[in-house]
């Protein structure tokens, strides 16, 4: 008797403790999406730093490239793989943007999966927003 | 049979204990990747540089039209926001109504007796009376506003440029009431919908941020003059406060020229020819 009410509960509770699984498996998931590369950044295959670092580092490396230009007035980045880059969001060719033409495309991207909203936009302008 | 001595076993422990550490050393030596510790940062080389910025305006020159023209290429260029414009509903519906009270200026036009108080004398020469006066951020010496700033988002270049790191500004304005001049900003809302036409090479600023005259620092990284001298038609001389032999110390050597509110002694690096 006691038996059979210990595994029901067991079964019940495994149940409820995977429920999140289950509910995955039911709906739908949606796999993370890739940001895309285009324009410039898709021939040109070299960042600042390889893909895998870029993934995982970038905002550091923005807040670096940030004090480097605010602070220190420099400017030019040449990084360790030989390309030199103009350190800016936004502005110029050399820039992020200048190579990752599409911020939607891009940025967003992952962001918006990731649900992290840097508050870069609030100051620093998408060419392609002004028009 | 081997008899495992506590010695040998104590050796053979240690050099496994080598081992394991020696593989993420060799792993790191071995990744191609550098990261970035061997990048290279630096100036641009067309950039301008001196020990400390300095400017002399000669009131003599500035009209009300140079004054029109000075004020908007630098506003424009910065996209400094004008709360007078009409914003545009369909792409900033519900803005609130503006309080005028609330203005952004980089850099405007000021009476004598506003931007002089201390020298306004009892008899003083009626021309003054009239003469626009432009006046801006005074990149001090001594600039109070640094000293005031809790997170360092204003701070003072090796040029002498009073900077502000919008980033790092927390508009405590603690900046504004230590500046006697003010020259300086808070952006009570978001400035977008008043600017007219956005700069796209200037970051706009968000709500809660203090902003002032930067000297123009981005034009200077490029080898360029500031905004304001370019548009002011010789009216205004840019140059190197230290450096004996430039431009801005030989017109301070002939003419008479005085500095807002010397007696602070913040050491103001904008002059005036009278």
């Known amino acids: 008797m006691n038996k059979n009410a210990i595994i029901t509960g067991l079964i019940i509770f495994v149940l409820a403790v995977l429920s999140p699984f289950w509910f995955n498996m039911i709906t739908a998931t949606q796999a993370a999406p890739e940001p895309k590369l285009l324009g410039k950044a898709k021939t040109e295959k070299n960042c600042v730093l390889n893909k895998y670092e870029m993934r995982a580092n970038h905002m550091a490396l923005l807040d670096e490239w940030r004090d480097s230009v605010v602070r220190n007035a420099d400017r030019m980045y040449e990084s360790a793989n030989g390309h030199s880059f103009n350190m800016s969001l936004s502005t110029g060719e050399n820039s992020c943007l200048g190579c990752h033409e599409d911020k939607t495309k891009f940025c967003d991207k992952c962001h918006t999966y990731a649900s992290v909203d840097p508050y870069c936009w609030e100051c620093h302008t998408n060419p392609k927003e002004i028009r | ?274």
């Not at chain 2, 850099?107 to 004398?121: G, L, M, R, S």
């Not at chain 2, 500004?169 to 007219?196: K, L, Q, T, V």
């Open chain 2, 1 to 274: 049979m081997m008899e495992k001595s506590r010695r040998s076993f104590l050796k053979v422990a240690g050099i496994a204990a080598i081992g394991l550490g020696a593989a993420p050393a060799m792993n790191f030596a071995a990744s191609d990747s550098h990261g970035t510790a061997h990048a290279v940062k630096s100036k641009n080389k067309k950039a301008l540089h001196a020990q400390r910025w300095g400017m002399v305006i000669d009131t003599n020159k500035i009209t009300d039209e140079v004054v029109e023209s000075i004020v908007e290429a630098c506003h424009k260029a910065h996209n400094v926001p004008d709360f007078n414009i009409e914003v545009d509903e369909k792409k900033y519906p519900n803005t609130r109504p503006v309080n005028h009270k609330q203005e952004v200026k980089w850099i405007w036009e000021e009476e004598f007796h506003n931007a002089f108080p201390d020298k306004e004398d009892e008899f003083l020469a009626e021309k003054f009376h009239d003469l626009p006066f432009l006046v801006t951020c005074n990149h001090c010496k001594n600039a109070p506003c640094v000293q005031a700033c809790p997170t360092q988002a204003t701070f003072k270049r090796e040029d002498g440029i009073v900077m502000m790191d919008f980033h790092r500004c927390i508009g405590c304005r603690f900046c504004m009431a230590a500046c006697p001049f003010g020259s300086r900003n808070f952006n009570f809302r978001d400035p977008r919908p008043f600017i007219e036409e956005v700069n796209p090479t200037f970051p706009t600023r968000s709500k809660g941020v203090v902003e002032k005259c930067n000297f123009c620092a981005e034009r200077l990284a490029k080898g360029e003059l500031p905004h304001c001298v370019e548009a002011s038609e010789g009216a205004i001389v840019f140059g190197d406060l230290e450096d004996s032999e430039s431009d801005i110390r030989v017109l301070l050597n002939e003419n008479y020229t005085i500095r807002r509110k010397q007696s602070l002694g913040t050491e103001p690096s904008v002059y005036y020819i009278m």
